[in-house]
């Protein structure tokens, strides 16, 4: 008896949805008698849905899939938010009405800057300030009691730090690096010979005293040129092979010969080498605890989301 009055209230929510269809878009799911309507996923969906807009075109693949993504993640996190109001309502919780007025204030004066403003952008996506007032409360309780439920209960020790260092030590490795100036010459075709011989007559300058720094600001024709041709620490793996060969086989202050690729020729300057190491521990320390606290978090949140989905009515609409 108690399910068949259960599903009579979804049947005559979702009714009456359906018939404010210009206003709700129809219903895509019932938690406990809230009903989460496709208007309202659009709506919280659409900060997300813009950034894609600027990444992808929207007829792409690309864009279509991550869309889905979004939009399923939107459905979910709108069903976590009533989850975690019905748990409000229910566990005996209240938010003074002063309280939410002080907290709409807050919004208007970071967000909005006056109460003019704020009419007008409600306005124009169709909102009364009752509907924001009540957006404003329920983004505050779920704060709150996510962070109560899960923030507060998270508690990363230094003995978990260090074990998780010591069993990821392999991470935390960096590559033989090598401080370089370079000088680039591009070819304007795959059988250039003119650049090869101009490199060839740089590199004896250098060879005869020049400053590697001066040739390389008058002659290369990269990036680096302005600089002296002064490029950051690099690992072996961030050369290309023909140069990380010549660079790792010469040691601080030597100048190599010209290097020859299909596109351009180079010469390079090795100023200071570094061999690989293991971070010490006590340099990434606050990374791991970062990390271990994300992965406690994400474990404790969906913990207590699967509790309260335990204790609550929830239909989907396909």
Partial sequence: MKYFRFAFLIVILASAA?????????VKAVVNDKVITY???????APALDALRHQYPEDSPEFQQKQYGVITN???????????????D??????????????????IRERFGDRITLMKTLQAQGMTYEEFRQNVRDQYVEF???RRNVNENIVISPFQVENYYKAHEANYKVEDQVKLRRIVLNKTSSDDTNTIVQAQDILQKIRDGASFADMATNYSQDSQAKQGGAMDWMMRSQLRKELSDAAFTLNAGQVSDVIETPEACYILLVEDKKPAYVRPLGEIREEIEKNLRA?????????WIESLRKKTFIRIFA
Avoid: N
């Fill in 295 to 303: 992965q406690k978090h994400d474990q404790l949140e969906k913990e």
């Fill in 18 to 26: 359906w018939c404010r269809a210009d206003l709700v878009d129809g």
């Fill in 39 to 45: 208007a309202e996923i659009k709506e919280f969906a």
């Fill in 74 to 88: 939107s459905i979910e996190l709108l069903i976590e938010r009533q989850l975690i109001l019905h748990h409000f």
């Fill in 144 to 146: 709150e009691l996510r």
């Fill in 90 to 107: 229910t566990a005996g919780y209240r938010l003074p009405e002063s309280a939410v007025d002080e907290l709409a204030q807050q919004r």
